[in-house]
């Protein structure tokens, strides 16, 4: 299986901050990534698709990038409404797998 | 707009099978792909299968011999059935439609369940 790590596993920041969470995938998945937004009781929201594609309706503080096989998603302009688990996903190959999870809270 | 939505029995008694029901609306299942993941304590997420829009299946190896999805067209519904369930079972477990891409664009709310005698 592709093991997703996915760091940091929680992270603090202020108010209009620029946030970084990264997913390392152990090989070639290629820009078969997304991004997943969770709040505390609800579903996971897609946020970034194909690595780099912003959902419609996400924010354009929102932004994803790939460099080998590293992946990112950057926040900019943090606000209160980013709280929450972020996800990173690889669905290049079955059986898909995800990273263990980023947890955001602002300060 | 597409609705997905989980429903079945909170806990489960060790050893006996978990089955759920996802009911979607504002889409029909005879179309794309649909799965089943879950979510355990500590947030990490397993991807458990997915039938597609011909009735063919795929399951994680990890659960292959103790998982079946199958489904209801004239309801447009589909089902998890999770067998010889321990407490590692526990989870919270989404239904999710996946794009044309693969990724996951529609999801339930979820439903916890906890496996307890």
């Known amino acids: 299986d592709i093991q997703m790590t996915q760091s940091p596993s929680s992270m603090s920041a202020s108010l209009g901050d620029t946030v970084t969470i990264t997913c390392l995938a152990s090989q070639d998945i290629g820009n078969y990534l997304s991004w997943y937004q969770q709040k505390p009781g609800k579903s996971p929201k897609l946020m970034i698709y194909g690595a780099t594609n912003l959902e419609d309706g996400v924010p354009s503080r929102f932004s994803g990038s790939r460099s080998g096989s590293d992946y990112s998603l950057t926040i900019n302009s943090l606000g209160y409404d980013d709280e929450g688990i972020y996800h990173c996903h690889q669905y290049y190959e079955y059986p898909y797998t995800f990273g263990a999870g980023t947890k955001l809270e602002l300060k | 707009e597409v609705q997905l939505q989980e429903s079945g029995p909170g806990l489960v008694k060790p050893s006996q099978s978990l089955s759920l029901t996802c009911s979607v609306t504002g889409y029909s299942i005879t179309s794309n792909y649909w799965g089943w993941i879950r979510k355990f304590p500590g947030n990490k997420m397993e991807w458990m299968g997915y039938i597609s829009y011909s009735g063919s299946t795929s399951y994680n190896p990890s659960l292959k011999s103790r998982i079946s999805i199958t489904r209801d067209t004239s309801k447009n519904q589909f089902f998890l059935q999770l067998n010889s369930v321990t407490t590692e079972d526990t989870a919270t477990y989404y239904c999710?439609?996946?794009?044309?891409?693969?990724?996951?664009?529609?999801w339930g709310q979820g439903v916890m369940v906890t496996v307890s005698s």
């Open positions: 999710a439609k996946k794009a044309g891409g693969d990724y996951f664009d529609y």
